[in-house]
């Protein structure tokens, strides 16, 4: 029970710590021109099209783990060894 206690004072001194070092800034002398803008959204764009490249690239193989199938590939390849070896 301590231990539960103990956890959740970690969590709280942690959270809170990351909220005030969030919320402390210090003046930042830069200039940001309209580009930039424009560069951020191309970068979230780009990682938005890399994520739905990687998926589309493992999604097989991330639906026969969500599944718990083995591959179609696999079955017939057991099929015509157990075939071969008759």
């Known amino acids: 029970m301590k231990m539960s206690n103990y956890k959740n004072n970690k969590v709280f001194i942690a959270i809170a710590t990351a909220v005030s070092l969030g919320t402390w800034a210090l003046p930042a002398h830069a200039y940001l021109d309209p580009g930039t803008g424009s560069m951020l959204i191309q970068g979230i764009i780009g990682a938005v099209a890399a994520a739905g490249v990687a998926l589309k690239l493992y999604w097989y193989k991330i639906k026969l ?6 591959a179609e590939s696999e ?3 057991e099929s015509q060894n157990s075939v071969s070896k008759d």
């Open 65 to 70: 783990m969500i599944t718990g199938r083995k």
């Open 75 to 77: 079955t017939i390849n």
